[in-house]
């Protein structure tokens, strides 16, 4: 049996994906304790309540999933310029 050999850019595909579904989770998550939290009465992220790690991990993640994604399309438009 043969092992092929992984390219650069099936490891970043791979990584985009990755970030992209701890992105859904995250979200997820972040949905969850804003609905238990809502339930003390007090709002995510309101006045003196700063927000959980799940909304900010969201951001992130789903960012760095689409830069991913996006960096060979990006590399080729500033190589024609």
């Known amino acids: 049996m043969r092992i092929s050999r992984v390219r650069g850019s099936d490891l970043r595909f791979a990584a985009a994906m990755a970030m ?3 992105a859904a ?44 994604l996006a960096a060979p399309r990006l590399r080729q438009a500033t190589a024609v310029r």
């Open 25 to 68: 989770i995250s979200a997820e998550m972040a949905w969850l304790h804003m609905r238990e939290i809502q339930r003390l009465g007090v709002i995510c992220g309101s006045a003196l309540e700063p927000h959980c790690a799940w909304c900010p991990a969201t951001v992130a993640f789903l960012l760095g999933g689409l830069a991913l």
């Open 20 to 22: 992209l579904v701890a």
